[in-house]
C-alpha cells in the first residue's frame, strides 16, 4: 500500500502577505488558488507564488504546521521564511 504524502505549504500574496496552506498536491493547490479558487484570502490577493512546503507523513503533522504558520506575527513568519533559507523579497 503506498503511503500518502502530506504538505504544509506558504506563498506569498501579490500584495506582500504570506499564506499558510495545507495539500496533498502542491502544484495542484498552487494553481487552483492561482484560478482564484482556492482560499478566499488568495483570491484577493493574486497572483501567489509558493515560497516554500514541507512533506509530512501524517495529515495531522501538515495540518499541526499550517495552524502554527497561520498563528505566528508577520515578524515570526518572516523568520521561519529565513530559517528555512527561503528568498522573498
Do not use: I
Not at 495539500?23 to 482556492?38: F, L, Q
Amino acid at each position: 500500500m503506498a503511503t500518502k504524502t502530506y504538505y504544509f505549504y506558504v506563498l506569498l500574496c501579490a500584495d506582500g502577505s504570506f499564506y499558510g496552506g495545507f495539500t496533498d498536491d502542491v502544484k495542484a493547490r498552487v494553481a487552483t488558488h492561482n484560478a482564484g479558487k482556492g482560499a478566499k484570502y488568495t483570491a484577493q490577493r493574486l497572483p501567489v507564488r509558493l515560497l516554500y512546503h514541507q512533506a509530512f507523513a501524517d495529515k495531522h503533522d501538515a495540518l499541526s504546521a499550517e495552524w502554527h504558520f497561520k498563528h505566528q506575527t508577520r515578524h515570526r513568519k518572516e523568520v521561519f521564511l529565513e530559517d528555512h533559507q527561503v528568498e522573498w523579497r
